[in-house]
């Protein structure tokens, strides 16, 4: 892949301070790697080290500091030459490792590549990583077997070096990894920072003596202070310096994790060395000739990378590009819910029983109230099914859609357009199957009203997929929303007029967000909207039926309709379920957007 940047030679972070609810976090944090190097940063749990990555992959917002690279000023596209490697191993767990690789070499690298080109870079990137005997595995999850944990992180970071960016950082690469793993990952690391002339920058617990010789640089906090920063063979020296022996054939990492626990004079001494040192060591002079403009005071983060050509598009790859692999992604990571063999018999099963229920129901007056009542049913059934599948969907994909967002790996537009298409089977065929089953079944079979009352029971069944979207989203939490759909349904069902035809005249305004409302009032005037003849039984007894009270022998349908208190025409009940469909739809978009958008570097 033809590179037209210019090389990173050094990242510089100087004074970044940051608080959180008013706590700091870090305070007056500096430091310098250059290309070629790996710098570790160490330091006991709480003191700040996973904050100072992401304040530095702009991740962060910061009250005060600078981060340059290279001392140049450059726009927020280039960016993207700094990758960023989570603690957390978040991969879609239903796709092999071959499928990863490939969906995140289309979305990732420009469409000037070719196919062959982006295959190329793949099998490269595999064979430095050592993934070669694993690539057809699926990646799994805590309830599916797959790739082990060093495959995993190894897999992760594959696809952050697909764009072969200048600055990789790593958080936490060795959590939950064994010594054999953890030394092999930070060989691979070590590799890529001397033989890929790449800046490497990794948080790392407690490191061993063995992967404590790698580092090139080290970087010590305590509390959100420095207490070194240096080459990582002179830290030692330093801290024996302050009064702090490390024992022989005792492991470095430990011995200073030990040390600067807590607040003692020795520590604190380290910490007062450490600041003289950003102010008069050699780091401060390259700071200072590096033409910084110094600690910005509104926090903004800028990256700067020096490049021969601007980088003016903001995304390497087109909207449909995106919109056609994420599809395929989603339809790979969603197949067995999307195509489910315990779905397609719970509709046919759950179908045919209804339509025996009903089956070849008269058109006689006692037998309305059992038509209205079936009609009632479908559209329950399909507001359920569908809200509760997309509810399921939305926070199963959350913490991918947040670091990829995160890293700029597509536009939202294309991900929520793909996510509703691969969807989509789930509101259009089962609705579709279930009703022209019932329906033929129970003898509601006029060929004209059939086609268009199928055509609104998908519609139904599409907006309540759009409302289980936007409860998703809201929520991302599958509890909270399924709890709030059950009662939203529920009291949607009771302002129908089903089941209560007269609602107090002080909660009629609820009748209008009942979006049940509208489809089962359109299927009422659609079975019941013409002049098809209902039989009157002339019942000794008074007819619940009031058309039929007159001793006549049928009443054409449309009477019911005009018994059924239905205020809107047919017309209007088809143009607000539409317009509800597409607006629920939009504002899930919108709160998606706005509500749970990924903090990133200005």
């Known amino acids: 892949m033809q590179d037209t940047h210019l090389p990173v030679k050094n990242l510089v972070f100087k004074d970044i301070v940051v608080e959180i609810k008013k706590k700091a976090i870090l305070q007056n944090v500096w430091g310098r790697i250059t290309s070629g190097e790996l710098m570790a940063v160490v330091g006991p749990s709480g003191s700040g080290k996973t904050t100072l990555l992401n304040v530095i992959s702009g991740r962060q917002h910061i009250k005060q500091g600078s981060i340059t690279v290279n001392g140049q000023k450059l726009n927020k596209a280039l960016s993207r030459r700094m990758s960023y490697v989570l603690q957390q191993d978040i991969l879609p767990s239903k796709l092999t490792l071959r499928e990863v690789l490939h969906f995140t070499a289309m979305i990732k690298l420009p469409e000037k590549m070719t196919d062959f080109q982006k295959k190329k870079r793949v099998d490269q990137i595999v064979s430095q990583m050592e993934l070669e005997k694993c690539l057809d595995t699926v990646i799994g999850s805590s309830w599916m077997r797959g790739l082990s944990g060093g495959e995993k992180k190894r897999a992760n970071i594959s696809c952050e070096l697909l764009t072969n960016p200048d600055i990789i950082i790593v958080d936490e690469p060795t959590s939950g990894l064994d010594s054999s793993l953890a030394y092999k990952l930070m060989l691979n690391l070590q590799s890529l920072a001397r033989n890929h002339n790449k800046i490497v920058l990794a948080t790392i617990h407690q490191p061993s003596s063995q992967i404590f010789h790698m580092f090139s640089k080290l970087l010590v906090l305590s509390n959100g202070k420095i207490v070194y920063h240096g080459d990582a063979k002179n830290t030692l020296d330093v801290f024996s310096e302050h009064g702090l022996y490390c024992a022989e054939h005792y492991n470095p990492a430990d011995f200073i994790l030990d040390s600067v626990q807590g607040h003692s004079q020795k520590v604190m001494k380290l ?16 700071i200072a000739t590096e033409n910084d403009e110094g600690p910005s005071p509104n926090g903004e983060v800028t990256l ?16 449909w590009t995106q919109f056609r692999w994420l599809a395929w992604r989603n339809f790979k990571q969603s197949k067995t819910r999307i195509v489910s063999k315990f779905e397609i018999f719970r509709t046919i099963s759950l179908g045919i029983a209804i339509g025996l229920l009903y089956f070849q129901t008269e058109r006689t007056e006692d037998r309305i109230r059992d038509v209205k009542g079936l009609l009632f049913f479908l559209v329950v059934q399909w507001s359920f099914q569908p809200l509760v599948e997309a509810i399921l969907a939305v926070p199963e994909d959350k913490d991918l859609l947040l670091k990829e967002r995160a890293a700029g790996y597509y536009r939202l537009s294309a ?42 029971i998908v519609l139904h069944a599409i907006l309540s997929q759009g409302l289980g979207l936007l409860f998703g989203v809201v929520f991302l939490d599958i509890q909270w929303g399924l709890t709030f759909s059950t009662v939203f349904i529920l009291v949607s069902m009771l302002f129908v007029g089903f089941y209560a035809e007269k609602i107090p005249p002080w909660l009629q305004w609820l009748k209008n967000l009942s979006f049940i409302a509208y489809s089962y009032n359109i299927l009422v005037m659609l079975e019941f909207g013409n002049d ?3 039989k009157c039984l002339n019942l000794t007894t008074a007819s619940s039926f009031g058309p039929c009270k007159n001793a006549v022998d049928t009443v054409p349908s449309y009477t019911v309709v005009e018994t059924a208190n239905i205020d809107i025409p047919l017309y209007g009940n088809i143009i607000l379920l539409i317009s509800l469909l597409v607006i629920i739809r939009f504002i899930g978009y919108l709160i998606l957007r706005f509500k749970h958008r990924p903090v990133t570097a200005k």
């Open 304 to 319: 700067l990378i020096s490049t021969q050509e601007e980088d003016t598009e903001k995304w390497p790859t087109s909207f």
């Open 532 to 534: 098809i003849p209902i």
């Open 415 to 456: 991900y929520y357009m793909a996510k509703m298409f691969v969807e989509a089977p789930l509101a259009i065929v089962l609705p579709m199957v279930s009703f022209l089953l019932v329906c033929l079944l129970a003898g509601l079979d006029n060929p004209g009203v059939l086609s268009l009352s199928v055509i609104i």
């Open 271 to 286: 910490i007062e060395y450490a600041q003289e040192a950003n102010q008069t060591s050699l780091y401060s002079d390259s």
